[in-house]
């Protein structure tokens, strides 16, 4: 029997009144073009708060405090590996309000999108779910 691995992914939803800051997936990542929230995946033995932070700061140099938890989904691998996803998203406050400096060995663009607007781009299935909520 294959034993499962599982993979633990932190994302921030980082809003400015009714504007919630997306990134696009850059050429040469893992689904390129595909906007997403700022996050990543849990260092070995870091809390996911401080996992969902330290990737907002590092994606978007924006400096977050996590506020609370709005959503949690698991779901198989979609390479097919014997990998489960676990994701979570924080909300968060901004400390301070500075631009947003992307990382671009990670990401070529952003926004600041209603979720009206989000709904149009090219996303990933769980933040499309967490859109309609």
Do not use: N
Not at 56 to 85: M, Y
Not at 101 to 124: I, M
Request: aromatic share 8%; charged share 30%; with cysteine.
């Amino acid at each position: 029997m294959t034993e499962i691995a599982h993979k633990h992914l932190a994302y921030c939803w980082i809003a400015r009144g009714d504007r919630v800051l997306f990134l696009r997936r850059g050429p040469g990542v893992f689904l390129p073009g595909r906007w997403e929230l700022p996050g990543g995946t849990a260092e070995p033995g870091e809390r996911l708060e401080d996992t969902a932070a330290r990737e907002a700061a590092e994606e978007t140099g924006l400096t977050v405090r996590i506020t609370g938890e709005l959503a949690r989904e698991a779901w198989p691998d979609v390479a097919g590996r014997a990998l489960r996803i676990h994701a979570l998203v924080y909300t968060t406050e901004e400390e301070g309000s500075g631009d947003v400096v992307l990382s671009p060995e990670e990401h070529d663009d952003f926004a600041w999108l209603t979720r009206a607007e989000a709904r149009e781009l090219p996303l990933p299935e769980h933040f499309r779910r967490l859109l309609d909520r």
